[in-house]
């Protein structure tokens, strides 16, 4: 650094900054900071100011290396998004068209009773894949924003275990897959705990391995069970001899946006979601879901979970079959149409007496202008025009009379959420359905409530 040289830069600007590696006494460099300036113009007398920036260097450049690192991370998850998207469009087009297909296939094959039967059948499969794929983006959101709470209720082991298997060896014959099940050390008849989350966990986990096994290989589930400090370690383990996972990809398995390769999407499909969702799960039961495989020898999934348990008595069976409420009489506030129908048709079915009102503010009129105990049940709807579900339970259960102060109010409604919730018992129902409705669930909903 030449004196010449610093003087030069002096006529533009007061002071003159450089920084250079300097050999300190204990023989290593270290970075240093000189600082240029003129202590008197008229004789040419200059300043240096030295001092040692080499902490503060290192600090900038790990600040700036971790800015890149995160950069290149958004940058990663913005890529995944957008590829995400493009799956999620290309998921959610292919049963839509297939809805509108088979719909418009059974407006002209009405006379062929057959053939409307197996139309409706695809129907009903399309539907119910368009469905699963939107709540698990909903479980997903939920689930990042930290919303999603589990829904604790005494269920049967057994039975959560036989309904388990039956949908497991569906889907291993359709495919083609041999299927074994092992349930070894059963603690008790009944649990407590989140059951259609563990129900989705292990569904996910084996539809996965049988999606990813060869026509002729094999999926094994085995599930052990042990009590520790007063609860269940529930352990199910999912292992295939299928495709296998590849060892890079290991580690990237249970992020959101993500699967190994992009064929498999167009192969196999779904959204990327499911094992996500399903660990989260499996983490809010005190659990966690591990993975181990070796690309083309198979894979294995490991559950862990803890739920509470009852020695003492049975989860109450709930039977619809046989469900009838004749002679009684519900109010339906719904303002869309076509659930009007779907809904009624359902009440109807049961023998329901159905009367209908299109917005809160007709559902308040009706009560108070009906006689006393003249409806047995209210199905509301939330998001209403002229009036709200919210606020016409408020108004209903505020009239002066004797019979709605235990008239069971249940919401029906597609804010399925867990301040959805909160807001309708506040509110003063009694009971929250989400849509799409499940005819079964509504029947024991309402049997609950209306008959002794």
Same mark, same amino acid.
């Given at each position: 650094?030449?004196?010449?040289?610093?003087?030069?830069?002096?006529?533009?600007?007061?002071?003159?900054?450089?920084?250079?590696?300097?050999?300190?006494?204990?023989?290593?460099?270290?970075?240093?900071?000189?600082?240029?300036?003129?202590?008197?113009?008229?004789?040419?007398?200059?300043?240096?100011?030295?001092?040692?920036?080499?902490?503060?260097?290192?600090?900038?450049?790990?600040?700036?290396?971790?800015?890149?690192?995160?950069?290149?991370?958004?940058?990663?998850?913005?890529?995944?998004?957008?590829?995400?998207?493009?799956?999620?469009?290309?998921?959610?087009?292919?049963?839509?068209?297939?809805?509108?297909?088979?719909?418009?296939?059974?407006?002209?094959?009405?006379?062929?009773?057959?053939?409307?039967?197996?139309?409706?059948?695809?129907?009903?499969?399309?539907?119910?894949?368009?469905?699963?794929?939107?709540?698990?983006?909903?479980?997903?959101?939920?689930?990042?924003?930290?919303?999603?709470?589990?829904?604790?209720?005494?269920?049967?082991?057994?039975?959560?275990?036989?309904?388990?298997?039956?949908?497991?060896?569906?889907?291993?014959?359709?495919?083609?897959?041999?299927?074994?099940?092992?349930?070894?050390?059963?603690?008790?008849?009944?649990?407590? &705990?989140?059951?259609?989350?563990?129900?989705?966990?292990?569904? #996910?986990? *084996?539809?996965? =391995?049988?999606? %990813?096994? +060869? $026509?002729?290989?094999?999926?094994?589930?085995?599930?052990?069970?042990?009590?520790?400090? &007063?609860?269940?370690?529930?352990?199910?383990?999912?292992?295939? #001899?299928? *495709?296998?996972? =590849?060892?890079? %990809?290991? +580690? $990237?398995?249970?992020?959101?946006?993500?699967?190994?390769?992009?064929?498999?999407?167009?192969?196999?499909?779904?959204?990327?979601?499911?094992?996500?969702?399903?660990?989260?799960?499996?983490?809010?039961?005190?659990?966690?879901?591990?993975?181990?495989?070796?690309?083309?020898?198979?894979?294995?999934?490991?559950?862990?979970?803890?739920?509470?348990?009852?020695?003492?008595?049975?989860?109450?069976?709930?039977?619809?079959?046989?469900?009838?409420?004749?002679?009684?009489?519900?109010?339906?506030?719904?303002?869309?149409?076509?659930?009007?129908?779907?809904?009624?048709?359902?009440?109807?079915?049961?023998?329901?007496?159905?009367?209908?009102?299109?917005?809160?503010?007709?559902?308040?009129?009706?009560?108070?202008?009906?006689?006393?105990?003249?409806?047995?049940?209210?199905?509301?709807?939330?998001?209403?025009?002229?009036?709200?579900?919210?606020?016409?339970?408020?108004?209903?259960?505020?009239?002066?009379?004797?019979?709605?102060?235990?008239?069971?109010?249940?919401?029906?409604?597609?804010?399925?959420?867990?301040?959805?919730?909160?807001?309708?018992?506040?509110?003063?129902?009694?009971?929250?359905?989400?849509?799409?409705?499940?005819?079964?669930?509504?029947?024991?909903?309402?049997?609950?409530?209306?008959?002794?």
């Amino acid at each position: 650094m030449e004196l010449s040289n610093i003087r030069e830069h002096l006529k533009s600007q007061d002071v003159y900054i450089v920084e250079v590696p300097l050999r300190s006494k204990n023989g290593k460099y270290r970075q240093k900071q000189i600082r240029c300036m003129y202590l008197n113009q008229q004789t040419g007398t200059l300043l240096l100011m030295l001092s040692d920036v080499e902490d503060i260097v290192k600090e900038e450049k790990e600040k700036q290396e971790q800015l890149e690192k995160a950069l290149k991370m958004a940058e990663a998850a913005n890529e995944a998004k957008t590829k995400f998207l493009a799956g999620m469009s290309h998921e959610i087009r292919t049963p839509m068209n297939a809805i509108i297909g088979l719909n418009s296939m059974i407006r002209s094959s009405l006379d062929d009773r057959e053939q409307v039967l197996d139309y409706t059948e695809k129907l009903d499969s399309a539907s119910q894949y368009l469905l699963a794929l939107l709540n698990d983006i909903l479980d997903m959101s939920r689930i990042e924003s930290g919303s999603m709470k589990l829904a604790i209720r005494a269920f049967e082991g057994d039975k959560f275990w036989d309904n388990v298997n039956m949908l497991a060896k569906a889907q291993a014959v359709m495919a083609g897959v041999g299927y074994s099940f092992e349930r070894r050390k059963k603690i008790s008849e009944v649990y407590i &705990g989140d059951s259609t989350r563990l129900e989705q966990i292990m569904v #996910n986990l *084996i539809n996965n =391995a049988v999606k %990813f096994t +060869p $026509k002729g290989g094999n999926v094994n589930v085995s599930v052990a069970e042990q009590e520790t400090d &007063g609860r269940v370690q529930l352990t199910a383990v999912v292992s295939d #001899n299928g *495709i296998g996972i =590849a060892k890079d %990809f290991l +580690p $990237k398995v249970f992020e959101i946006f993500t699967q190994e390769h992009e064929e498999n999407t167009r192969v196999y499909g779904g959204s990327g979601l499911g094992l996500s969702i399903a660990r989260n799960y499996a983490r809010m039961m005190d659990g966690d879901i591990t993975v181990e495989s070796a690309e083309g020898k198979g894979t294995v999934f490991t559950v862990t979970a803890k739920l509470d348990f009852d020695r003492r008595k049975k989860a109450r069976k709930e039977r619809t079959e046989n469900i009838s409420f004749e002679g009684k009489r519900i109010l339906l506030v719904e303002d869309h149409p076509l659930n009007v129908i779907v809904a009624k048709g359902l009440l109807e079915k049961k023998q329901f007496e159905v009367v209908t009102a299109e917005n809160g503010k007709k559902a308040v009129e009706l009560v108070t202008d009906a006689p006393e105990y003249y409806f047995d049940a209210i199905l509301m709807d939330i998001r209403m025009p002229v009036l709200d579900g919210i606020e016409a339970a408020r108004q209903i259960r505020a009239l002066d009379r004797a019979d709605v102060k235990e008239l069971p109010i249940i919401a029906m409604t597609a804010n399925a959420g867990d301040e959805d919730r909160r807001q309708t018992k506040e509110a003063g129902m009694n009971e929250h359905l989400a849509k799409p409705i499940d005819p079964k669930l509504l029947y024991t909903t309402l049997q609950k409530f209306i008959l002794p």
